[in-house]
């Protein structure tokens, strides 16, 4: 069974906006700290943007004022709304534990930004 399975990307126009989730099907990442990571084609994957299991998010420089990123500790969802999205936001998008657990990758969702 996926640990982590995403969903939501698409194409989408420059400043458009998308809804990414993430559900985790396992209560062990109820107790985590979560992030929403991209892999962009040639290039290292980043975090994006992480939250506490209290609710405190942190997020990395490009995505700050656009995303924002939430949980549900219940439904054991990780969501994150993506808004005014540019050309260079286009990626596979992953959820995991921050710092990641590599045996918990899924397949990720693809978001293109292009016009």
């Known amino acids: 069974q996926v640990p982590l399975v995403e969903s939501g990307g698409a194409l989408v126009q420059p400043g458009g906006s998308l809804r990414l989730s993430c559900v985790a099907t396992?209560?062990?990442?109820?107790?985590?700290?979560m992030g929403w990571y991209r892999q962009i084609l040639g290039k290292q994957r980043e975090l994006v943007a992480s939250?506490?299991?209290?609710?405190?998010?942190e997020y990395e420089d490009s995505a700050q004022g656009r995303f924002i990123i939430s949980r549900d500790i219940k439904k054991n969802t990780v969501d994150l709304q993506m808004n005014n999205l540019k050309p260079d936001d286009t990626a596979v998008y992953l959820c995991?534990?921050?710092?990641?657990?590599?045996?918990?990758w899924g397949m990720g969702t693809q978001v293109t930004v292009s016009s």
């Open positions: 995991n534990v921050n710092p990641p657990w590599g045996g918990s």
């Open positions: 396992s209560d062990i990442f109820k107790r985590e700290r």
């Open positions: 939250i506490t299991t209290d609710g405190r998010t």
